[in-house]
């Protein structure tokens, strides 16, 4: 057992990113960080928030974005106190296929840190790591946008990529999660080697023949 680890799925946008496939995996996830002792995050399509968050009991679900803007004329928006309204526990803020200005970055942590919800904020590269980690979300995770999506992990490609990071993230403070191709227990296993607190993927299960049995493997990698 252990809850300092993370394990961080993104749904992103597949066919069983919604409706009862999407309800269901989130279930089995729950299921296997609860078995693990594992913390584990589910970021889900908004319009899926509430109806994943009435179903675990141990992940945390987390909206795939917010906007950094009040209640008002924001047609289109995703505000914190909708997620929040949903049940969301937080927000994943910047992802390389969401890349938001580092001042509404900076503006959208403070907004959730302000109603008690928490935060991942997604760098590229690791001499972005300290920057955003001043900004105090909850965690940071850094993802080289070229590995992501291909099976190949960075924890093998790019490990120097993770080592500067965790001395980067040891100087601002914080806590690290690392991504980008992270798809085997080895993987999983050779980020907390080198001083992650967790890892974020998506394709690797969400693509995956068994995305259940893919996702207890990866989970098991960290513990």
């Known amino acids: 057992m252990d809850e300092r680890r993370v394990f961080l799925l993104n749904y992103k946008a597949y066919s069983n990113s919604y ?6 995996l989130a279930k089995s996830v729950d299921s296997i960080g609860k078995k693990y002792g594992v913390t584990v995050i589910i970021a889900v399509p908004a ?5 994943i968050s009435s179903e675990v ?14 209640e008002g004329a924001y047609t289109g928006h995703i505000t914190v106190q909708m997620i929040k309204d949903a049940g969301a526990a937080g927000s994943m803020l910047n992802h390389s296929e969401k890349r938001i200005r580092m001042d509404e970055l900076a503006e959208a942590i403070r907004r959730l840190r302000s109603e008690g919800l928490e935060s991942v904020a997604c760098v590229d590269r690791h001499e972005l790591v300290a920057p955003v980690a001043l900004l105090s979300p909850t965690y940071v995770l850094v993802e080289p ?28 403070g914080g806590r690290l999660l690392v991504g980008a191709g992270i798809s085997f227990y080895e993987d999983a296993r050779k980020s907390i ?8 993927l998506a394709s690797a299960v ?12 990866i989970i098991r990698g960290l513990v």
């Open 193 to 200: 080697e080198l001083g992650a607190d967790g890892v974020g």
């Open 57 to 70: 009991s141990w992940a945390k679900v987390y909206a795939q974005h917010v906007d950094p803007v009040d």
């Open 19 to 24: 409706g009862p496939k999407a309800v269901e």
């Open 206 to 217: 969400m693509k995956a023949p068994d995305p259940v049995a893919k996702a207890e493997e």
């Open 145 to 172: 946008p070229e590995l992501i999506g291909t099976g190949i992990s960075v924890s093998r490609a790019r490990p120097e990529a993770i080592t500067k990071s965790v001395e980067a993230i040891k100087k601002a």
């Open 47 to 51: 319009t899926m928030i509430s109806r």
